[in-house]
Nanobody
């Protein structure tokens, strides 16, 4: 069993910054991709950013230039530095990780709420 735990959400004013962290633990074989998705009220879950084990990254257009994803492979941890936050960034942010054990296995955290409001 692999556990995914996020931290770092909270309330921030527009233009502010937050840093999310996520750690994978448990019966890990080899984590490949890690990243973040988010779901705003009344909307579908959407990709925010992904990072491969080699450091390649993929960002949603809406966060490019404002958010930065990074990871520590030794700790199976991924981070999301969010700057210049906007009210439309308000959502529950979910950490995602996968690994290949014959087939791809997807793992999800329970989510952390980010609220951008004055």
């Amino acid at each position: 069993q692999v556990q995914i735990v996020e931290s770092g959400g909270g309330l921030v004013q527009p233009g502010g910054s937050l840093r999310l962290s996520c750690a994978a633990s448990g019966n890990i074989f080899s984590i490949h991709t890690m990243g973040w998705y988010r779901q705003a009220p009344g909307k579908q879950r959407e990709l925010v950013a992904l990072i491969g084990s080699g450091g390649s990254t993929n960002y949603a257009d809406s966060v490019k230039g404002r958010f930065t994803i990074s990871r520590d492979n030794a700790k199976n941890t991924v981070y999301l530095q969010m700057n210049s936050l906007k009210p439309e960034d308000t959502a529950v942010y979910y950490c995602y990780a996968n690994e290949v054990r014959g087939s791809i296995r997807d793992y999800w955290g329970k989510g952390t709420l980010v609220t951008v409001s004055s």
